[in-house]
């Protein structure tokens, strides 16, 4: 059996893969750790199985089941961000390194972690009494950070295999550290890159400027014609099936001890803004945006070139929130960024990847038996009932095509870093993710469902 040390020391072999997805020259790194990932499950006492997909695989993991006892999914991610940019680690990404009690390295807390202290709870479990008190399923697939495009095809493919009452992923946050977190919602995402095309060619803006229309530039008056200045987004119908917050939760979300001040010191942003009526976790927990990702285009390098560019773009996303569907806000954005556009350059809209948003009940059996697992693993502390504004886009496929609700107990704490330089996940959240794994399957093991 793992003892905490040796648990560390795998969750840093398994970090060690720079499993990116989103980059190709990465795909045997991805690959093999699929392959390490199923060959510790299986050292655990699990049946394990790797499955190919037109992209990464998936891992599959399951304990012998037992008839009439409830079955769990565990649903994680083995792939991570990249690692760029690689000049501001303090350590190497892929090298994990333990500094005051925290783990630095991609995949730290996103997700290679917190996947792993279920893990971890699973052989410990195991080897201590030889048995679960649930049927378990491991699924950890590799592609969730570039939006799990073969997972929904997968999970119809294995709908039956894949039968289970209820799924548990950790894959969110705490509000603080040390306050357990149910988080019952997630906001959606659209993906769309915006192409503005002029000139065949970069023009000298001397001999050209005021008669050629600068790609640039409208891409500029593209991105700013999205929002008032009341932070607002200004797309027709944008905010037209937004369903309003509930009294409750804005009173529960009250009650959370994170807020601007947090946000100011954490993320180093001057002020923060946003819609006026609006906290600012209803901001993110409960309210759509339009974000720019990435703009490109033109001359980057020192100095000044005197050109008008042949063509400039942006990359967007849209967080969503209930009852926004995903393709309808990228046809309205569409329509929006056309509307606008002048003539004399050409505008090319691409969508890409989507995901619906997702929202649960946290007072419903198995939401309870969630709270009751966080209570007693952090006693004395009452538990934060949240949602979150990052997307995992598959816990809305797991409603419509299996039917099935998540439990969200996410153990990264706001500062996780997340996507950025020197992702970081502290040891002793790692630790307690191994006893919520623990008192999770003890607790969902007691709920009966009609
Ligand atoms: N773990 C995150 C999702 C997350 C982060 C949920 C913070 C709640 C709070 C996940 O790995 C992720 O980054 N998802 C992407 C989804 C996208 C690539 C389709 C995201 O939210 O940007
Ligand atoms: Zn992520």
């Known amino acids: 059996m793992a003892n905490p040390s040796q648990a560390l020391g795998l969750l840093c072999d398994f970090i060690r893969f720079p499993s990116v997805s989103t980059d190709p020259s990465r795909a045997s790194q991805v690959a093999a750790c699929a392959h390490w990932l199923a060959a510790h499950l299986q050292s655990i006492g699990l049946s394990s199985e790797v499955h190919p997909t037109p992209g990464h695989p998936v891992v599959v993991g399951r304990n012998a089941h037992v008839a009439g006892r409830p079955t769990v999914l565990i649903y994680g991610h083995y792939d991570v961000q990249p690692e760029d940019p690689v000049g501001l680690w303090q350590s190497p990404p892929f090298e994990p390194q333990i500094r005051d009690g925290i783990l630095f390295a991609r995949g730290s807390a996103d997700n290679k972690g917190q996947i792993f202290a279920h893990i971890q709870g699973v052989a410990q479990t195991l080897a201590a009494q030889g048995t679960l008190p649930v049927n378990l399923i491991f699924l950890i697939e590799g592609e969730e950070e570039i939006g799990s495009p073969n997972l929904e095809s997968f999970l119809q493919a294995h709908r039956e295999a894949l039968r289970c009452d209820i799924i548990a992923v950790s894959d969110t946050s705490m509000v603080a550290p040390g306050v357990p977190t149910l988080t019952y919602g997630l906001r959606g995402i659209a993906a769309m890159e915006v192409r503005v095309k002029g000139p065949t060619m ?89 974000e720019v990702n990435g703009i490109g285009g033109g001359f980057q390098g020192e100095g000044t070139k005197t050109i008008i560019p042949k063509e400039a773009f942006a990359k967007l996303t849209f967080r969503l929130v209930p009852d926004q569907a995903p393709e309808v806000i990228l046809a309205a954005a569409e329509r929006h960024l056309r509307a606008v556009c002048p003539p004399g350059v050409t505008l090319e809209v691409v969508p890409g990847h989507s995901g619906e948003p997702y929202v649960s009940d946290p007072h419903s059996a198995h939401g309870k038996a969630a709270q009751q697992a966080l209570a007693r693993v952090f006693p004395g502390r009452s538990v934060a009932l949240t949602r979150e504004g990052g997307s995992i886009p598959i816990v809305n496929t797991f409603q419509r095509v299996l039917g099935v609700e998540t439990l969200l107990l996410g153990l990264a704490l706001p500062d996780c870093r997340a996507h950025a330089p020197n992702e970081n996940f502290p040891v002793a959240n790692f630790e307690a993710g191994i006893r919520l794994n623990q008192t999770l399957l003890e607790e969902l093991a007691k709920v009966t469902v009609p």
């Open 202 to 290: 970069d023009l000298h803006s001397g001999i050209y400027g005021g008669a050629v229309r600068n790609p640039a530039v409208v891409l500029a008056q593209l991105l700013g014609s999205l929002h008032g200045k009341d932070g607002r987004v200004l797309v027709d119908g944008f905010y037209e099936k937004v369903l309003p917050l509930e009294v409750w939760e804005r009173e529960a979300w009250a009650q959370v001890p994170f807020g601007e001040k947090e946000i100011e010191a954490i993320t180093g942003a001057a002020a923060v803004g946003g819609e006026a009526e609006y906290t600012a976790l209803e901001r993110i927990w409960g309210r759509p945006t339009a």
